[in-house]
T-cell receptor, first 114, second 115 residues
Framework: DQQVKQNSPSLSVQEGRISILNCDYT??????FLWYKKYPAEGPTFLIS?????DKNEDGRFTVFLNKSAKHLSLHIVPSQPGDSAVYFC?????????????FGKGTLLTVNP | ETGVTQTPRHLVMGMTNKKSLKCEQH?????MYWYKQSAKKPLELMFV???????ENNSVPSRFSPECPNSSHLFLHLHTLQPEDSALYLC??????????????FGPGTRLTVL
């Protein structure tokens, strides 16, 4: 049973517009959430994170929103650029287990068209 | 070399072969991880080493045997694998300890094919 779900396998957006990537989780013990980006033939790279005590974290063009009651988080990229085209993974960590164990979603392939 | 490196990048092996995957991190981290990514599946944590001690074995079959001789190096020894073990194997490292979750830094992965 998947505890972290990214229900959209792919997303296509026009350059300059907003990209919104979604992630849902089922484990209420998760208290820290991360987004990773992965280009082909490379490992995932850390993008942005958020603690469960916050509902928003912003870093440049990237903003992560957390809705704990809905067990939902989203990553907003504004404005989207062709170089943002990659697979985006949502990951979560729970306070009850090892503090360094991450549970990942399957990923969403984002394509930003020029 | 910077970051996390993995060798080989690609490996094809028969079910009776013995091979090893190598990971090296140049970030001064003390925790290292092996993940498996199969097609259309999420990354699955296999093993965690914290200060060279194995602290997590996520129900991985014994045909996968990890080794962590020091905080900078991590190996995954493979023997009598099955075709369903074909996947991308990713190594990661992070700072360790405390109650904080530290972001993990990943290597490029080894694409393994078992014939």
């Amino acid at each position: 049973d998947q505890q972290v779900k990214q229900n959209s396998p792919s997303l296509s957006v026009q350059e300059g517009r907003i990209s919104i990537l979604n992630c849902d989780y089922t484990n209420s013990m998760f208290d820290y959430f991360l987004w990773y980006k992965k280009y082909p033939a490379e490992g995932p790279t850390f993008l942005i994170s958020i603690s469960s005590i916050k509902d928003k974290n912003e870093d440049g063009r990237f903003t992560v929103f957390l809705n704990k009651s809905a067990k939902h988080l989203s990553l907003h990229i504004v404005p989207s650029q062709p170089g943002d085209s990659a697979v985006y993974f949502c990951a979560a960590s729970d306070r009850g287990g090892s503090n360094y164990k991450l549970t990942f979603g399957k990923g969403t392939l984002l394509t930003v068209n020029p | 070399e910077t970051g996390v490196t993995q060798t080989p990048r690609h490996l094809v092996m028969g079910m009776t072969n013995k091979k090893s995957l190598k990971c090296e991190q140049h970030l001064g981290h003390n925790a290292m991880y092996w993940y498996k990514q199969s097609a259309k599946k999420p990354l699955e944590l296999m093993f965690v080493y914290n200060f060279k001690e194995q602290t997590e074995n996520n129900s991985v079959p014994s045909r996968f045997s990890p080794e962590c001789p020091n905080s900078s190096h991590l190996f995954l020894h493979l023997h009598t694998l099955q075709p369903e073990d074909s996947a991308l194997y990713l190594c990661a490292s992070s700072r360790a300890g405390g109650r904080l979750v530290h972001e993990q830094f990943f290597g490029p992965g080894t694409r393994l094919t078992v014939l």
